[in-house]
T-cell receptor, first 113, second 115 residues
């Protein structure tokens, strides 16, 4: 069953803790993306990766970090430096550099207590 | 630079009546435009996309959108709303240039469907 999986679906953390959100795809897509979604603000790009072992900052990268050691995996770490981390986080992937459609995972809702 | 503006944050229709969700875009290039749909607490699903082949684009679930260059618009329509259409809809434009392949999202339009 091909697709993009994100885990966990719901995540709670205490203030001051780092937390890592998982994103895995078995579509053999080259590019992967992390977005943050807040009510009424659409999706904002955090980080993206066009190929393995390379990634770029998006519009709101401060307080976040990523790695891309394997083609199928693109984990996102929300650090304690992120001032307002409570949000819905979406991972997406795109087949290749000359395509434009992105495919989305089901999302992880992070709540900071 | 590219951008999209969704003109309504919330649209409410009755079941069986037409749906119109409005989107204006700005792009220095011939744009690639998309509509995505998101049901509550779910990921986004592609409804349709425009990539210059035809100005009227048909998508899934009976939706379609018309690209109008003169009006810089890409409005989403459906002749008859169904209860299952209640969701949030995003108009999206592809970035050309530095961040090749990246997407810029509108702020979304929440569609409510009354019985």
């Amino acid at each position: 069953d091909g697709g993009i999986t994100q885990s966990p679906k719901y995540l709670f953390r205490k203030e001051g803790q780092n937390v890592t959100l998982s994103c895995e795809q078995n579509l053999n897509h080259d590019a992967m993306y992390w977005y943050r979604q807040d009510p009424g603000q659409g999706l904002r790009l955090i980080y993206y990766s066009q190929i393995v072992n390379d990634f770029q900052k998006g519009d709101i990268a401060e307080g976040y970090s990523v790695s891309r050691e394997k083609k199928e995996s693109f984990p996102l770490t929300v650090t304690s430096a992120q001032k307002n981390p409570t949000a819905f986080y979406l991972c997406a992937s795109r087949p290749a550099i000359n395509t434009d459609t992105q495919y989305f995972g089901p999302g992880t809702r992070l709540t900071v207590l | 630079a590219q951008s999209v503006t969704q003109l309504d944050s919330h649209v409410s229709v009755s079941e069986g009546t037409p749906v119109l969700l409005r989107c204006n875009y700005s792009s220095s290039y011939s744009p690639s435009l998309f509509w995505y749909v998101q049901h509550p607490n779910k990921g986004l699903q592609l409804l349709l996309k425009y990539t210059s082949a035809a100005t009227l684009v048909k998508g899934i679930n009976g939706f379609e959108a018309e690209f109008k260059k003169s009006e810089t618009s890409f409005h989403l329509t459906k002749p008859s709303a169904h209860m299952s259409d209640a969701a949030e809809y995003f108009c999206v434009v592809r970035v050309y240039g530095g961040s090749q392949g990246n997407l810029i999202f509108g702020k979304g339009t929440k569609l409510s469907v009354k019985p």
